[in-house]
């Protein structure tokens, strides 16, 4: 399994989650920090739970998404690339400004997101 596809998938149930949650979504926000010698650049720690048969909206962020799958699965979307199952004790990425969304099946997952990103920046922009 591609590691990049999962954590692509991971961080898009987190990014959706901070702006408008999902029935039965949760999000809980760990740390927020600037990264020391990176200017403007800050990096977030979340732990995501996804119930289950959910799909996120489509979207992308200014930064990039790594995340680790704590217990379940989610099948990563993203535009113009294969679908990627992340199981328990998985951890993929999503690059910048990829468009990607993620689903759930029986079992929902839960996840432990890490965004670093530009200061400032939204943390997600939802696209059509």
Not at 10 to 21: E, V
Not at 82 to 95: C, M, Q, R, S, Y
């Amino acid at each position: 399994m591609n590691t990049n596809s999962c954590l692509a998938f991971i961080s898009l149930f987190i990014i959706f989650s901070s702006n408008a949650l999902a029935e039965g979504l949760k999000l809980e926000n760990l740390m927020k920090e600037r990264l020391e010698g990176v200017p403007n650049t800050e990096v977030v720690v979340s732990k995501v739970q996804i119930p289950p048969n959910t799909t996120l909206p489509k979207h992308w962020h200014p930064g990039e998404e790594f995340a680790y799958v704590i217990k379940g699965s989610v099948t990563l979307w993203q535009k113009d690339k294969d679908d990627i199952l992340i199981k328990e004790g998985e951890a993929g990425k999503v690059p910048l400004k990829q468009i990607h969304t993620a689903k759930t099946g029986e079992e929902g997952v839960t996840l432990l997101v890490f965004r670093v990103h530009e200061e400032g920046k939204p943390e997600r922009i939802k696209v059509d």
